[in-house]
Nanobody, 121 residues
């Protein structure tokens, strides 16, 4: 069993900052690429940022220069530092990870339960 648990969401004013965390636990052999998605009301889930095990990062154009994705492989934890937040960043944020649960076994995608981020004055 593998679980991803997010934390760090909340309400903040425009221009503010939040730091999201996502910790993987359970039977884990290795974690490859980890990602943050967000889903605003009435919209599809969108990729915000990704980071490989080798720390190669990619960002959606809408968050470049404002958000930073990072990970601590020793702690099986993913982070998203969000600065200069805008009302359009309001969404539920989900972490996603490609995880192998045993040597020689392929990876499967796992999702967290989501954490709400609300940016409003």
């Amino acid at each position: 069993q593998v679980q991803l648990v997010e934390s760090g969401g909340g309400a903040v004013q425009p221009g503010g900052s939040l730091r999201l965390s996502c910790t993987a636990s359970g039977t884990i052999f290795s974690i490859n690429t980890m990602r943050w998605y967000h889903q605003a009301p009435g919209k599809q889930r969108e990729l915000v940022a990704s980071i490989t095990r080798a720390l190669t990062r990619n960002y959606a154009d809408s968050v470049k220069g404002r958000f930073t994705i990072s990970r601590d492989n020793a702690k099986n934890t993913l982070y998203l530092q969000m600065n200069s937040l805008k009302p359009e960043d309001t969404a539920v944020y989900y972490c996603n990870a490609d995880i192998s649960t045993a040597w020689g076994r392929g990876v499967e995608g796992y999702w967290g339960q989501g954490t709400q981020v609300t940016v409003s004055s």
